[in-house]
């Protein structure tokens, strides 16, 4: 039999690409058909998307995939557009980098307190959730002309499709969905006053979203009807489902401009020790949840690279290799790394405040970066396993960190655990993977990741040295 060609369009928060993947019998095949940067763009009222840039690279990468049997869009999370009553959008949607959710928090815990919204909702607090966006956009006048609201990857399949819908896993991390009965947490909207109609109705991973409108066709070439199909539109639920795990007993950790570090369970954890800890409950394919904390990830290492003048990473790496491990770390949860501009600066000041040897050179400071990502990683498997009564034997690392070797050698070091990197296009894969089980050429989520094992090439990680240097730069920084 011959393998069906899927287009999986992934946007991530510094770029954006369509990939091919094709799919039969024991054949799982990905290909790039287009990559494109994503650049946010800053105007006198804040920090913008630039979807229409996006848009028009997801057509660019169509036309250049070729024939497919179906579209996929997953996307960075907490994101949307405002939609008027004619369809059109009110303006560039916010980035959630954007200040205009500082402060906001307080405002909501005070008619719903933290632990009760916790209770009914799962999320970890993060200032950008959709819930602190859209309070903070009461008022204005696009939200007052607003009748519909998108998530990103809503918004682009409904301008390939003319179709609205609301995926599941993304709408997820709005903190607008209880995670036990896996739909609207109307007595949190209620509480706050956010009208839940704004939202088109919920769609699951595998459901239809339509077809290429015949405009879309032309521009792209391809031949009708090309259908859109639901994914895991949110990134990191895409990426979780091709984990290429043999059973249940492993922790991932999905590494790009963030890292995302957790467990995958079969319900969430909505103790008070869960929130205090910071872990979320998003939902993922097949009734499983992500039981993840959120951690900076590589956009400190990206951010100083910019501020470098973008040089050659591979030598960067390299030259970071040969500083010795664990000289200096910083806190890489740190909402204060969380706004652009002048990182190098910053995590230098923040090894001087802490009495730490303070990172000066690029490979210095390279060094900090990786070795204080794997301390993340270590404490959030660590602390994810105890949160949730659920043992892990290895870690997978997917994504973009795992052609970062140093980190992955780093994070077995740190967490004392066997780590298995790949796939690096973990996101596009698993919308592919999905638009695939939606024709029925691959079983349920087990036979996914079986047929990712079989189909894809990780690399394999040993822990090296002992895990007490790592204990005793964890003590270090939580004594600052």
Not at 272 to 295: K, M, Q
Request: include cysteine; hydrophobic fraction near 45%; charge should be neutral.
């Amino acid at each position: 039999m011959s393998a069906t060609s899927y287009a999986a369009v992934d946007l991530g928060a510094s770029s954006g690409r369509v990939m091919v993947g094709r799919v039969g019998p024991g054949t799982l095949e990905l290909t790039e058909a287009h990559r494109f940067p994503n650049r946010p763009v800053r105007v006198p009222e804040g920090l913008r998307w630039d979807v229409l840039g996006l848009y028009a690279g997801i057509l660019r990468g169509l036309r250049a995939a070729g024939p497919v049997a179906s579209v996929g869009v997953d996307s960075w999370a907490v994101d949307y557009g405002l939609l008027d009553a004619d369809g059109a959008l009110l303006g560039n949607p916010v980035h959630y980098r954007d200040a205009r959710t500082e402060g906001v928090a307080e405002g909501v815990w005070a008619a719903l307190p933290p632990a009760e919204l916790y209770a009914a909702t799962g999320l970890q607090y993060a200032p950008f959730n959709t819930l602190y966006q859209l309070t903070a956009a009461r008022g204005t006048a696009q939200l007052a002309q607003a009748r519909r609201l998108l998530l990103i990857p809503d918004l682009m399949t409904y301008w390939l499709t003319g179709e609205q819908g609301t995926e599941l896993t993304n709408a997820s991390t709005t903190q607008l969905i209880d995670p036990r009965t896996r739909d609207w947490a109307h007595g949190v909207a209620e509480r706050l006053g956010i009208d839940l109609g704004l939202f088109p109705p919920l769609r699951r991973p595998g459901d239809p979203a339509g077809v290429l409108r015949p405009e879309v066709l032309a521009e792209t070439g391809l031949t009708g009807p090309v259908r859109v199909t639901a994914v895991g539109s949110h990134d990191t639920a895409s990426a979780v489902a091709a984990v290429p795990a043999g059973g249940e007993r492993f922790a991932y950790i999905c590494t790009g401009t963030w890292s995302l570090a957790g467990l995958e369970l079969t319900a969430p954890v909505l103790t008070e020790a869960s929130r205090a800890a910071n872990f979320t409950n998003e939902l993922g394919l097949d009734g499983t949840v992500r039981y993840l904390r959120n951690i900076m990830g590589l956009w400190l290492l990206q951010e100083c690279l910019r501020e470098w003048g973008d040089p050659e990473l591979g030598g960067l790496l390299r030259r970071a290799a040969e500083v010795p491990a664990l000289r200096s770390v910083v806190d890489a949860g740190d909402a204060a790394f969380l706004a652009p501009g002048r990182m190098p600066e910053r995590i230098a000041g923040a090894c001087r405040a802490s009495g730490q040897p303070v990172p000066v050179t690029p490979a210095e400071i390279t060094r900090c970066i990786l070795d204080s990502l794997a301390l993340a990683h270590r404490r959030a498997v660590r602390e994810a396993q105890e949160l949730a009564g659920h043992p892990v034997d290895v870690v997978h690392i997917v994504g973009g960190g795992t052609r970062n070797a140093l980190l992955c050698q780093s994070t077995a070091d740190a967490c004392g655990l066997p780590v298995v990197a790949g796939p690096a296009e973990a996101a596009a894969l698993g919308n592919v993977l999905v638009q695939a089980r939606a024709d029925g050429l691959v079983g349920d989520l087990a036979g996914m990741r079986r047929l990712l094992a079989r189909t894809q090439a990780p690399v394999r990680y040993e822990p090296r040295g002992g895990t007490a240097r790592w204990r005793a730069a964890e003590a270090r920084l939580a004594a600052r």
